[in-house]
């Protein structure tokens, strides 16, 4: 029996794509790299930052308790990121709600540094564009390296496989922009440093419905 | 193929009605599978792999399906042959299954349409006889209060 052209061309391409491949890394390997990755990143923020006490800082419970947050809260959205595209490992309610826990505890944190006033629109704009900037210059490397890794396996959720990494590249920016950034104000963290991460994992989900899910179409 | 395939098969028999369907969705499951073998490693237990990949593309189908019904006009003429209760009753438990979460879904699917066992429905669900028997639970109370009886 003759099988349609369409058909023919399938096989071909399956038979062509036949070959062994070799299994991808298991995600606490890829996810200890992209640490190895994000470290640098903080390496970097620490080294180019405005901040001339940072070693005062450090000795604050308070700011290390925000840096601990940002960094753990990242680590479980990278860890979910890497497990969902893995069919059947995807990390389930747990592992969201424990992101979403610590995400919380350091915006918590974050509202209990000093209030201050905004004397100057343009200043406080200026300043957090500066912010916006640097928390994105921060993510670009990391959230590429993520998306790839994601990307390499089979997600079955595209848009939350998405905002899984966005959520963690912009985590980690934001604890490099916390460590860089001399401003320790309640207002301008909370706008400029907190909102920019859900912005970005939103805009990821968005990204990652669209190049994600793209492994299993004919 | 041959320890697997009748699985696969099972598992999409008992949700897709039109053996037609269930065809080319076998068929597209063995594609997706092909395309994702790069993320199997054994010694993984193979079923949460293989039945997630399942579950993707019968979902995907399912979404197709519901896109289309609703584009779908309704006739004048009614056909000659009557559905019954019986196919009423199905469509109504398709819907209100429809309205449950995917992991309450799978283990009351499990369950109740294969005749699983509990020990062996955690197995394929990837999770612990304990938390699968909560999800079948919440399934059934969820289903009873959608179909209300």
């Given at each position: 029996?003759?099988?349609?052209?369409?058909?023919e061309?399938?096989?071909?391409?399956?038979?062509?794509?036949?070959?062994?491949?070799?299994?991808?890394?298991?995600?606490?390997?890829?996810?200890?790299?992209?640490?190895?990755?994000?470290?640098?990143t903080?390496?970097v923020a620490?080294?180019?930052?405005?901040?001339?006490?940072?070693?005062?800082?450090?000795?604050?419970?308070?700011?290390?308790?925000?840096?601990?947050?940002?960094?753990?809260?990242g680590?479980?959205?990278?860890?979910l990121?890497?497990?969902?595209?893995?069919?059947?490992?995807?990390?389930?309610?747990?592992?969201?709600t424990?992101?979403?826990?610590?995400?919380?505890?350091?915006?918590?944190?974050?509202?209990?540094?000093?209030?201050a006033?905004?004397?100057?629109?343009?200043?406080?704009?200026?300043?957090?564009?500066?912010?916006?900037?640097?928390?994105?210059?921060?993510?670009?490397?990391?959230?590429t390296?993520l998306?790839?890794?994601?990307?390499?396996?089979?997600?079955?959720?595209?848009?939350?496989?998405?905002?899984?990494?966005?959520?963690?590249a912009?985590?980690f920016?934001?604890?490099?922009v916390?460590?860089?950034?001399?401003?320790?104000?309640?207002?301008?963290?909370?706008?400029?440093?907190?909102?920019?991460?859900?912005?970005?994992?939103?805009?990821?989900?968005?990204?990652?419905?669209?190049?994600l899910?793209?492994w299993?179409?004919? | 193929?041959?320890?697997?395939?009748?699985?696969?098969?099972?598992?999409?028999?008992?949700?897709v009605?039109?053996?037609?369907?269930?065809?080319?969705?076998?068929?597209e499951?063995?594609?997706?599978?092909h395309?994702?073998?790069?993320?199997?490693?054994?010694?993984?237990?193979v079923?949460?792999?293989?039945?997630?990949?399942?579950?993707?593309?019968?979902?995907r189908?399912?979404?197709?399906?519901?896109?289309?019904?609703?584009?779908e006009?309704?006739?004048?003429?009614?056909?000659?042959?009557?559905t019954?209760?019986?196919g009423?009753?199905?469509?109504?438990?398709?819907q209100?299954?429809?309205?449950?979460?995917?992991?309450?879904?799978?283990?009351?699917?499990?369950?109740?349409f294969?005749?699983?066992?509990?020990?062996?429905?955690?197995?394929?669900?990837?999770?612990?006889?304990?938390?699968?028997?909560?999800?079948a639970?919440?399934?059934?109370r969820a289903?009873r209060?959608?179909?209300?009886?």
């Amino acid at each position: 029996m003759r099988t349609p052209p369409s058909h023919e061309r399938l096989l071909a391409r399956l038979i062509a794509d036949a070959h062994p491949v070799r299994p991808l890394w298991a995600p606490h390997s890829r996810l200890a790299l992209w640490l190895a990755l994000q470290t640098l990143t903080l390496g970097v923020a620490v080294r180019v930052g405005l901040r001339p006490n940072l070693g005062d800082h450090l000795r604050r419970p308070l700011f290390l308790l925000e840096l601990g947050a940002l960094i753990a809260a990242g680590v479980t959205a990278a860890a979910l990121a890497l497990r969902a595209a893995v069919p059947g490992m995807a990390g389930g309610r747990v592992g969201l709600t424990c992101s979403v826990l610590l995400g919380a505890v350091a915006v918590a944190l974050l509202a209990l540094e000093p209030a201050a006033s905004v004397h100057s629109l343009r200043g406080f704009v200026a300043n957090g564009a500066q912010c916006l900037v640097c928390m994105l210059a921060f993510s670009a490397l990391p959230w590429t390296a993520l998306f790839v890794a994601v990307r390499r396996g089979a997600p079955l959720n595209g848009p939350g496989a998405g905002a899984y990494t966005g959520a963690a590249a912009f985590l980690f920016a934001a604890a490099a922009v916390r460590i860089a950034c001399p401003i320790d104000e309640e207002l301008h963290l909370l706008a400029w440093h907190m909102m920019p991460i859900a912005l970005g994992a939103a805009l990821s989900a968005v990204v990652g419905a669209r190049w994600l899910e793209r492994w299993d179409h004919a | 193929m041959d320890d697997i395939g009748p699985e696969v098969m099972r598992f999409l028999r008992t949700r897709v009605p039109n053996p037609q369907d269930v065809g080319d969705l076998y068929q597209e499951t063995f594609l997706a599978l092909h395309r994702a073998r790069r993320t199997y490693k054994a010694p993984r237990p193979v079923e949460p792999w293989l039945f997630a990949i399942a579950g993707h593309v019968l979902a995907r189908h399912m979404r197709r399906q519901r896109i289309r019904m609703g584009r779908e006009v309704l006739v004048d003429s009614l056909p000659e042959r009557a559905t019954g209760d019986g196919g009423h009753a199905r469509v109504r438990l398709a819907q209100a299954l429809d309205r449950l979460p995917l992991a309450h879904r799978e283990a009351f699917e499990l369950v109740k349409f294969e005749g699983l066992s509990t020990a062996a429905a955690a197995a394929r669900a990837g999770t612990t006889p304990g938390a699968l028997r909560v999800r079948a639970h919440r399934a059934y109370r969820a289903l009873r209060q959608l179909l209300g009886s």
